[in-house]
């Protein structure tokens, strides 16, 4: 029964896609590749290179924009990109940094960050997002993005 049952699982090893197999990453790459992440979504947006940012997530993620809409798969996440940068908002430029990095179990990294949006070199809005990646042959892929816009403190006690 062992040997079925060890034979099962090789065979579902080795039968599943190169392509597909996730991996375990250490902590210091998650860090590393997050930040590479960060930097290359934002070369891509200030590029306006829609399948660069759809080719950040994976082909079933989910992105929630800071709007609340929520967008399904690479290639409504390249349809939005490309409305959104191709609307009004042209000249935005895109300052995403990351904050902090976990790993979530052996295939999966937690990271949260904020993002600076400038216009003719002046702030038109600040967000902050968490994403969950999911490794993939070593490399992190977005399977999960929540962008939120930042939002000004309650007033404290002296301040009502």
Not at 34 to 46: G, L, V
Not at 59 to 75: I, L, Y
Request: glycine residues 8%; contains cysteine; proline residues 6%.
């Amino acid at each position: 029964m062992k040997r079925v049952l060890a034979s099962m699982m090789l065979v579902a090893c080795l039968s599943a896609p190169a392509h597909s197999q996730t991996t375990q990453i250490s902590l210091a790459d998650a860090q590393k590749q997050a930040n590479e992440i960060s930097t290359r979504f934002n070369d891509s947006w200030n590029r306006h290179d829609f399948d660069g940012l759809a080719s950040f997530f994976t082909p079933d993620a989910v992105f929630v924009a800071p709007t609340g809409k929520v967008v399904k798969g690479q290639e409504e996440v390249k349809q939005f990109f490309a409305r959104y940068l191709n609307g009004q908002t042209k000249n935005l430029i895109h300052e995403a940094v990351v904050d902090e990095v976990r790993l979530l179990g052996p295939a999966g990294v937690w990271a949260i960050g904020h993002t600076t949006i400038t216009s003719e070199g002046k702030v038109v809005g600040r967000s902050h997002w968490g994403v969950v990646y999911r490794v993939v042959d070593g490399h992190m892929l977005a399977e999960m993005l929540n962008v939120g816009p930042d939002a000004p403190p309650p007033p404290t006690q002296a301040q009502k």
